[in-house]
């Protein structure tokens, strides 16, 4: 097997799906922060401060249409990551602090509502409601002003970084991954272009350019909640300021759709607050537990310092190249992986289960290709669970430590460099995540070289397949010595 067979990239042309489990649209989580958030306690926003007169503006339009009124636990206000929820009175855990029903929500029914509902049709769920926020961005008579006006012009979010900002991640997977989302959404922006926006400028008679079809990514990408009974992606107005706590360790029940009532065909969506909250203290949500540092980077624009969040991508492949190639491809499929498998390594984390047996496996050949044949169909992943051979294990060993090594040549900054960089309270916020992402990484890198390093000090205490068979018949004993049968 060649080293080739493993690398540590990041495939990034194929966004949504990438190697750093980008979730697509249709599984988007929630919510907008504007910046680094590293919350170590509640934080009390002062009840008589001003909001701006947009927001003003906002909150009075809510009221006008019954969805608010005086007696809401919750108001919007600003708060350090931008504009948040403000609790009005003491919340309890688990209590309702929003319910917004469907006619202000934003997703493909309304757009099917709409003058362009029917040029819209056909398309990706996320383009045909980015069309409508454009659109209705430019229109002063548009329903929706009031939402748009308090909306963001960008975020922190690596897409909407310069090129100066990009290359302090350089060396990272989240640049390869940023890189690859920018050209899928210029991609898809060219396509719309040629066949939805020119063909009809009755519809669309303002010019629409790249830059608004990324405001409208990020507003998507940053505010859409998803996981909705029967709602692939949905911007819920005023939910939509509900910000992230690292301190909240649950996702549960923070919202919901639910029914309007016994003889009413409308939805609500209803947001809980799942902890307790003092008046005047900002409510606060867990965005997803699952995310790694690099997609809370990419989605949101901040990182959390926990090192559970720090995460790095092994790409593992079968070579078309490989001999064994359609054998080895059948087992990998029998056991839920493919041809190409991604492993998510957590630091702090023990690897994947399935990262071992599928490093075996690619790297089966030689005399271990025996395992490969049908009569072991059923049982070789459990032989691959274990050690299948010496030169097998060294194998793997070597090709995932000169990965690592290899990975680890790319960054221009040590983790020492970084960790003294992070001690700048003055750090601007994106060179905050690039030194946090790069930082982070590196460590996962330094871990999985250790693992295998220490994997490698063991190889002559190993005991390998031929061993275990021996044992099986008998042939060996328990300390290893051959067994002699005598006969009378």
């Known amino acids: 097997m060649a080293p080739s067979l493993f690398t540590l990239s990041s495939p990034s042309s194929t966004f949504p799906s990438s190697s750093t489990t980008l979730k697509p649209f249709s599984s988007f989580s929630t919510k907008p922060t504007l910046s680094i958030h590293f919350v170590k306690k509640p934080i ?4 008589t401060a001003d909001p701006p007169p947009q ?12 969805v608010v009124s005086a007696k809401s636990p919750v108001r919007p206000g600003m ?9 009005k009175k003491n919340i309890s855990r688990n209590e309702v602090v929003l319910e917004i029903p469907n006619r202000f929500w934003i997703n493909q029914d309304a757009v099917a509502a709409s003058e362009i509902g029917t040029v819209c049709s056909g398309l990706k769920p996320w383009v045909s409601v980015a069309l409508f926020l454009i659109r209705q961005r430019f229109r002063q008579d548009s329903k929706w002003r009031v939402y748009l006006d308090i909306l963001p012009e960008l975020t922190d979010s690596t897409v909407f970084w310069s090129e100066e900002e990009l290359a302090e991640l350089q060396g990272t997977q989240l640049l390869s991954t940023t ?3 920018k050209e899928y959404v210029q991609n898809e922006f060219l396509k719309v272009e040629e066949e939805i926006i020119l063909p009809n400028k009755q519809l669309f008679p303002a010019p629409i350019t790249l830059d608004d ?12 909640f998803s996981r909705l009974r029967g709602q692939n992606l949905v911007l819920i107005p005023l939910a939509d300021l509900i910000n992230h706590s690292p301190n909240i360790t649950t996702e549960d029940y923070a919202w919901e759709i639910k029914g309007a009532g016994l003889f009413s065909r409308d939805l609500l969506f209803s947001l809980r607050s799942p902890v307790s909250v003092k008046a005047g203290e900002q409510v606060l949500i867990q965005y997803d537990l699952d995310k790694s540092n ?7 624009g901040f990182i959390e310092s926990k090192s559970e969040r720090n995460a790095y991508t092994l790409t593992l492949e079968i070579s078309e190249s490989d001999p064994f190639f359609g054998d080895k491809l059948d087992i990998a499929e029998t056991n839920g992986l493919g041809e190409i498998a991604y492993f998510d390594i957590v630091l702090g984390r023990p690897l994947p289960p399935a990262l071992i047996p599928y490093l075996r496996l690619v790297a089966l050949g030689g005399t271990d290709a025996f395992l ?3 009569i072991f169909r059923n049982t070789i992943w459990g032989h691959l669970d274990l050690p299948v051979s010496r030169a097998n294990e060294e194998l793997i060993c070597r090709v995932v430590r000169d990965a690592c090594k290899s990975a680890l040549s790319g960054y221009h900054t040590t983790i020492e460099e970084d960790e003294k960089l992070m001690e700048n309270e003055n750090l601007h916020s994106r060179l905050k995540i690039a030194v946090g992402i790069r930082a982070g990484e590196k460590k996962v890198l330094q871990q999985i070289d250790e693992i295998f390093k220490g994997r490698e000090s ?3 205490e190993l005991e390998y397949y031929q061993e275990r068979r021996l044992k099986d018949l008998g042939l060996v004993g328990e300390q290893g010595e051959i067994i002699f049968w005598e006969t009378n």
Do not use: C
């Open 44 to 47: 009390s926003v002062s009840a």
């Open 55 to 66: 927001l003003q503006t906002f909150w009075q339009w809510l009221q006008d249409q019954g």
């Open 79 to 87: 708060v350090p990551e931008g504009l948040g929820l403000i609790a």
């Open 179 to 181: 890189l690859g989302v």
């Open 213 to 224: 079809f990324f405001w409208a990514f990020g507003i998507l990408r940053s505010r859409a």
């Open 294 to 300: 690099a997609e809370l980077a990419l989605d949101y």
């Open 372 to 374: 490969l044949e049908s």
């Open 458 to 460: 063991e190889l002559d």
